[in-house]
């Protein structure tokens, strides 16, 4: 069993900053990639921010040059930095992870139970 728990949203007034923390827990080898996804009301579920066990990374156009995913492979912990928030920020944010349960497994894809960040005066 993994688990993965995200913590970090919050109200924050446009222009401000949230870091988002997720860390993963449980019966783990290894995590292949790691992502921030997002879902606001009506919506469908977005990648925000993906990010490799080797650290490369890539972004929605959205949040270029704002946002940063970076992570912390020996707490098996993935972070989103959130500069420059806008109103269209506001959603649960999401984390997810390719776990690899034991070596020579396939990874299986977990995710964690959200967070909400509001972006609001």
């Known amino acids: 069993q993994v688990h993965l728990v995200e913590s970090g949203g919050d109200l924050v007034q446009p222009g401000g900053s949230l870091r988002l923390s997720c860390a993963a827990s449980?019966?783990?080898?290894?995590?292949?990639?790691m992502g921030w996804y997002r879902q606001s009301p009506g919506k469908e579920r977005e990648l925000v921010a993906a990010?490799?066990?080797?650290?490369?990374?890539n972004y929605a156009d959205s949040v270029k040059g704002r946002f940063t995913i970076s992570r912390d492979n020996a707490k098996n912990t993935v972070f989103l930095q959130m500069n420059s928030l806008k109103p269209e920020d506001t959603a649960v944010y999401y984390c997810?992870?390719?776990?690899?349960?034991?070596?020579?497994?396939?990874?299986?894809?977990?995710w964690g139970q959200g967070t909400l960040v509001t972006v609001s005066s």
């Open positions: 990010i490799t066990s080797a650290a490369s990374t």
């Open positions: 997810n992870a390719q776990v690899v349960p034991r070596a020579g497994a396939r990874f299986f894809l977990v």
């Open positions: 449980g019966s783990i080898f290894s995590i292949n990639a």
